[in-house]
């Protein structure tokens, strides 16, 4: 006999969600239930050695998925973690719901840092967010890729993520303009996309985007009408 059962539905950044039926345990011929699948990576659980056990499989696949690509089994990530794969399922349904996590979960120590340039200078918080920002893209652009296997551009996940993104650097860039060390005529649309581009440049070194980043940056800079 199936029992029905909602969890929550949605991570921390988006209140969204899709409803999906799957295996109780995650193990195949499970008797099922009737599961909310959060469309926004999972949920967080409160409980302290659930939440330990959950911050162990995200830290973990971000390692697999850096020393062995996002195909990184399952059962590999598991047994980083130091936790049963049927630990792993109960917090991650899907290899999707997974993906999400880790990606959120990557967004979100983005975000958190323009908090922590904020400290510092406007121009100097700004540029230190934008390098964040490109390593970030550089690292990550397999993941994103990975992802778009599940879902697409427009997906929940990416268009919570790009929210989340802009209210973290928008205050930083506005910072800036206020202070006059920043042209006006521009946005974070457009130096989201301009160091985004740098980014994804094929085959350089970091130190090279680096350098690259800084000359496109220092066209930013605010300059006195008939200088």
Sequence with gaps: MSTTETVPAAGALSPMSTTETVPASGVPGATTTTETVPAFGAPRPKRADALRNYEKLVAAAREAFAQSGTSASL???????????????????????????????????????????????????????????????????ALAQELLNYVDRDATVFQGCRSVLFAAGEPLLERAQRAEVVRRDTD????TQMVGGIAKIPATAPEEIDHILEVALDGLRYRASGR
Excluded: M
Aim: proline share 3%; charged share 25%.
């Design 75 to 141: 059962e590999e990530i598991a047994r980083r973690a130091q936790v049963g794969i049927g630990t792993l399922y109960r917090h991650f349904p899907n290899r999707q719901t997974l993906l999400e996590a880790v990606y959120v979960d990557e967004v979100d120590a983005l975000c958190q840092s323009a908090a922590e340039f904020a400290e510092l200078e406007p121009w100097d918080a700004l540029v230190a967010w934008l390098h964040r920002f490109v390593g970030f893209l550089a690292t990550k652009q």
């Design 188 to 191: 974070l649309r457009e130096i």
